[in-house]
C-alpha cells in the first residue's frame, strides 16, 4: 500500500469525523466512470488532493482545520496538464446537492462571449450570479485560468477574467460570493499574467489545492 494512501487513512482515522472517506472516494471513482470512462481511476499521487476536495464539499470542520482548509473560502485548483483538475470538478458538481451545484465555465470560452457580447459578460460572472428565488450567490467554476488570451474589444485590449474576477472579489466581500478556479500555473506565473493586485485578492478568496508536478496526465 503505497504512502499516499496510508497517510490519508492515517488522517482519517486521527481526526474525529462523521463521513467515511474511503466510501465517498469509491463513489467519486463510480460516478468518474459514469461519466468519463470505464477505466477512470484516482492514482495514489493525486489522494492527498482529492482528500482536501472532499473535505471541502462535505464541508468537514474538523478535518478542513487538521489540513489548513479554509470553508468560508473558494478554491484554486491547481496542477499540470491533464491531471484530472477539471474531471474532479465536474464529478463534485454532479455528486453536490442541487442547492450547492456551481456553473462551469472554461475562461477561453468566457473570453469568446466578450467578444460577441461585451460588458454584460461581466455582469454575467459577477453581479448576476445570484439566485433569483433565494437571492443567495451561486458559486462559480472558471476552468483553465491563465489559458485565455486578452480580448480585443473596439480598439482596447482587455484581460475579461481579471476584471470578473476583481468584481468577484468585492462580491466575495459583500455577499460570500464562492469562486472555483482550475488552473495549471503557479502563483508566480498567475501575478506574472495578471497582476499582483489581483494574486493577492486570489489569495483571500481561496484556498490553495495542489496536485504533484508528477501527476500523470490522464487524458485520452
Known amino acids: 500500500m503505497s504512502d499516499q494512501i496510508l497517510s490519508t487513512q492515517r488522517i482519517t482515522k486521527t481526526i474525529q469525523t462523521p463521513y467515511d472517506y474511503h466510501e465517498i472516494l469509491q463513489l467519486i471513482i463510480a460516478k468518474g466512470k459514469e461519466m468519463f470512462h470505464p477505466d477512470y481511476d484516482i492514482d495514489d499521487i493525486d489522494r492527498a488532493p482529492i482528500l482536501k476536495l472532499m473535505t471541502y464539499f462535505l464541508q468537514d470542520e474538523n478535518l478542513a482545520d487538521h489540513l489548513g482548509i479554509d470553508l468560508y473560502k473558494g478554491l484554486i485548483i491547481n496542477g499540470p496538464v491533464g491531471c484530472g483538475k477539471t474531471a474532479i470538478m465536474r464529478i463534485m458538481r454532479a455528486l453536490v446537492s ?17 467578444m460577441r457580447e461585451g460588458y454584460m459578460v461581466i455582469s454575467r460572472y459577477s453581479k448576476q450570479c445570484f439566485d433569483i428565488q433565494s ?33 468577484r472579489y468585492d462580491l466575495f466581500m459583500e455577499a460570500h460570493m464562492i469562486t472555483y478556479l482550475t488552473t495549471n500555473m503557479d502563483g508566480e506565473e498567475l501575478e506574472k499574467r495578471y497582476g499582483l493586485r489581483l494574486r493577492s485578492r486570489l489569495r483571500q478568496m481561496c484556498n490553495l489545492i495542489a496536485f504533484s508536478p508528477d501527476s500523470k496526465d490522464k487524458r485520452r
Open 98 to 114: 442541487p442547492r450547492e451545484r456551481f456553473l462551469i465555465r472554461s475562461c477561453r470560452e468566457v473570453s469568446l462571449e466578450f
Open 135 to 167: 437571492g443567495a450567490p451561486r458559486p462559480s467554476c472558471f476552468d483553465d485560468l491563465g489559458q485565455e488570451t486578452d480580448v480585443n474589444y473596439f480598439g482596447n485590449s482587455m484581460n475579461v477574467m481579471a476584471d470578473i474576477l476583481f468584481h
